[in-house]
Structure formats: C-alpha cells, structure tokens
C-alpha cells in the first residue's frame, strides 16, 4: 500500500520551523513530524470504505489539467496535497481506486494550528463560487468542465461540494469535489473519472473520511 506525503509533510515541517524562528529542531517541528506521521497512518488500511472503493492506493491525484483560473487552481492543489500553508501544521494526500476505468477518488488532508482550518474553508468555499468554469490554459486546449453546485450533508462541521463536468482530452470527464473541516483538519475530495460518479458513493467516502479525522487528538 503506497501513501503519498513525505514531500508534503516535509514541506510542511519546514514551514512550521521557519514559522518559529529558524533550523531544523525544536517543538514545532517535532510535532508538525508526529502528527504527519499520523494522517499518514489514518488514511491507511480504512476496512470500512464505501462498496465500490478499493483500499489499493497510488500516489496522490494529479489534475487532469492545469487550470488558468485561480480559484479552480486553488480547489485542484487542496485535492492533490497543495493546500493553502498558512498555519498549515501538516499534511498528506492519497488516491483511492474506484471499479470503474479511470475512476478514482483523491483525498487531501491537511491540519491546522490556531483554528485556523474554519477560515481555510472559508476561503476555498469562496474559490468555489468563483470558480464557474474550469478550463485549460493556453491556445488549443479543450479541456474545459462547467461547474454546478452539489448537495451533500453529515460530512464534519462544514461542508461545501460541486460537480465539474465536460471533457478532457476529448473525452467526457465528471468529478466531484469536496471540502469539509473536521475540528482543526481540512478533507478535500475528488471523486472522479470518464464515467459518470455516483454521488452517494461521493458522499460516503467523505463520512468515513470524516469520521476517520474526528478519532485525532487535534
């Protein structure tokens, strides 16, 4: 079983470092190590997901396209282990493999400090609804999926989901992303692929990532 996240969490561990002062010891980095060590673990061996997901994991997603606009570039980095840094005290990102060709489900996880994850979520909702159409940059590229509001309730302490729909490569592409906030962790969810997903698989996998995160001591 293969889990991205040393680079992130590397990444992360650096930040928190340079956040207190300067070199590579001390708490803050001590702790931003142990609790990446953790999401690592948490996202490992789930016996409980949703029918239609295998625990056979890849390395974490990569968007089928560079998005030109902002705010749909922000949403894609949270799902592929890019989140927002600010207080970011660490994180990890893997990829579920789902039944159908080409389905899968990449998940981004990210915690917190100074219960700063209710603001990140602010934030991403906001790169949500300014996010209309995600397209390709550059002349010639027809990647392009329109984006509609997606309803799904019961997922941690604020949740917020669209469905992006339209083609890539030219071929018909469907994804749903979700953001939810667990405490003081954010879950970004991307469920996706040239089959249509199915919602309520969509909104499974988010509970029991949900309820996964809410077992940290955060």
């Known amino acids: ?29 001590q702790h931003a190590a142990l609790d990446a ?5 948490l996202l490992g061996g789930i016996d409980d997901l949703p029918q239609g997901f295998s625990d056979h994991q890849r390395e974490r997603w990569r968007p089928p396209f560079r998005a030109k606009s902002d705010a749909c570039r922000a949403l894609f980095d949270a799902a592929a282990g890019r989140p927002p840094t600010r207080d970011l005290v660490a994180g990890t990102a893997t ?8 389905e899968t489900a990449a998940v981004g996880l990210a915690v917190y400090g100074d219960h700063a994850a209710g603001g990140v979520l602010d934030r991403l ?17 027809g990647d392009r999926l329109r984006v509609s509001r997606l309803r799904i309730k019961g997922v941690g302490d604020g949740v917020e989901a669209r469905r992006f729909k339209g083609r890539v490569g030219g071929y018909p592409y469907e994804m749903h992303l979700v953001v939810a906030r667990q405490g003081d962790a954010l879950i970004t969810l991307v ?12 909104a499974a996998l ?13």
């Open 125 to 141: 909702e906001r790169a949500m609804r300014s996010c209309r159409v995600a397209a390709a940059g550059g002349a010639g590229k």
């Open 191 to 202: 469920h996706g692929g040239v089959a249509s997903p199915d919602v309520k698989g969509t």
């Open 95 to 102: 990829t579920y493999e789902g039944q159908h060709v080409g």
């Open 206 to 218: 988010a509970r029991v990532l949900a309820g996964r995160v809410s077992t940290l001591d955060l």
């Open 37 to 41: 060590g953790r999401l690592k673990v």
């Open 1 to 29: 079983m293969r889990i991205i996240g040393g680079g992130v969490c590397a990444a992360a561990a650096c930040l928190v470092a340079a956040l207190a002062g300067c070199g590579g010891g001390g708490e803050p980095a």
